[in-house]
């Protein structure tokens, strides 16, 4: 390489870091990454073959947008190493449940349901309650997930014993 252009060509080179890195910089905020943590479970029998969790969780949104819940879904993996699927509860059978089993106390927060805004830089704490097809006995022995689906795709994944 010729000597001349040694030290404009690494001029450009470092212009150039500049201005990837501004860009990168800027961008910062855009990338929608929720996350949370579960602050409490109640478990509840309903009868002799099915039981209900309800979780308290808290999700925090740390990008510059809105997340618009798509879906919310729950999960436990039983000692085994299994994976059940909860069916999810809505907004009033949630309430019901809370005024037929006063044993699970009272409802500290909102359920999360579709449709439901987590703003930009926002902390919220929700709940949500899913029923399972076995004992409340199996469901004290396991470990719960909560997946909080954006519509634009991004998901919290927040788990917990």
């Known amino acids: 390489m ?3 252009l040694i030290i404009p060509f690494a001029a450009g080179l ?3 870091a500049i201005v990837v890195a501004g860009i990168l910089y800027m961008q910062r905020g855009a990338h929608l990454a929720p996350e949370g943590s579960i602050q409490k479970v109640r478990t509840q ?7 209900v969790a309800v979780i308290d969780f808290r ?3 740390s990008s510059d947008y809105a997340l618009i819940v798509r879906q919310v879904s729950v999960t436990m993996e039983a000692k085994d190493g299994k994976i059940y ?3 999810v509860a809505s907004a009033v059978d949630t309430k019901n449940l809370f005024q037929y089993f006063p044993l699970l106390g ?3 927060n909102d359920t999360m349901v579709i449709r ?3 703003p930009p830089h926002q902390r919220i704490d929700r709940m949500v309650a899913a029923r399972f097809g076995f004992p409340e006995k199996q469901l004290e022995d396991r470990k719960l997930t909560v997946t909080v689906e954006d519509v634009d795709g991004p998901a919290a994944v ?3 014993k």
């Open 158 to 160: 927040i788990t917990g």
């Open 85 to 87: 699927e909860g069916a």
């Open 59 to 61: 999700i925090e949104n």
């Open 14 to 16: 470092g212009v150039i």
């Open 106 to 108: 009272q409802q500290y």
């Open 116 to 118: 439901d805004k987590i």
């Open 45 to 51: 029998p309903l009868d002799e073959n099915s039981s």
């Open 2 to 4: 010729h000597k001349g």
